[in-house]
């Protein structure tokens, strides 16, 4: 399976690119495209209605602003669909967040933080990782560096012994 990868704009880009090299880090294939909530709402409810049948797993929706898009593409499909609200605007990304995240009963959208697009990336191989070991293997992994860079960050601070009145750090 694959991942969609739908920007409400090209101004989405940077947001998404995030999101590309997470997913090719864990050998994931997707598909980036261009889809309007409000300019091409026919292409993107097509493609919705169409994705599971594409090979498509989880839908990633990019949109700032309004941010329609995550909850056009989740009213339209019955795959996991995650929303990325993107910074910008008089409000920085609060409507883009709250448009995204308040979506009515029966239409669900997974929402991450705004310009989240490495956690949006990690949850959908989360959820394709459900039916493929190899992914799940790559996730366990994954983690383990995360709190191996921790642990080694630990160390290298209490070897400094930064806090004169702690000799344990």
């Given amino acids: 399976m694959k991942v969609a990868l739908i920007l409400g ?5 940077p947001v998404a690119e995030k999101a590309f090299l997470t997913l090719k880090s864990f050998d994931i294939e997707y598909e980036a495209r261009i889809m309007s909530a409000h300019r091409t709402p026919e292409d993107a409810a097509d493609f919705s209605r169409n994705a ?7 839908i990633i929706a990019f949109a700032g602003m309004a941010a329609h898009l995550a909850g056009v593409m989740a009213a339209h499909t019955t795959l996991p669909v995650i929303g990325v609200p993107c910074k910008g605007g008089a409000m920085d990304g609060l409507d883009a967040l709250l448009s995204t995240a308040q979506m009515p009963s029966g239409v669900p959208v997974a ?3 705004l310009n989240g697009g490495v956690n949006a990336a990690l949850l959908a ?3 394709l990782s459900l039916a493929d070991s190899r992914i799940a293997g790559k996730l366990i992994a994954y983690k383990q560096s995360l709190a191996d860079d921790v642990r080694k960050k630990d160390a290298e601070l209490a070897a400094k012994n930064v806090s004169p009145g702690r000799p344990d750090l």
């Fill in 9 to 13: 704009s090209a101004s989405d880009l």
């Fill in 52 to 58: 599971r049948e594409r090979d498509f797993g989880v």
């Fill in 111 to 113: 929402t991450v933080a």
């Fill in 125 to 127: 191989a989360q959820i």
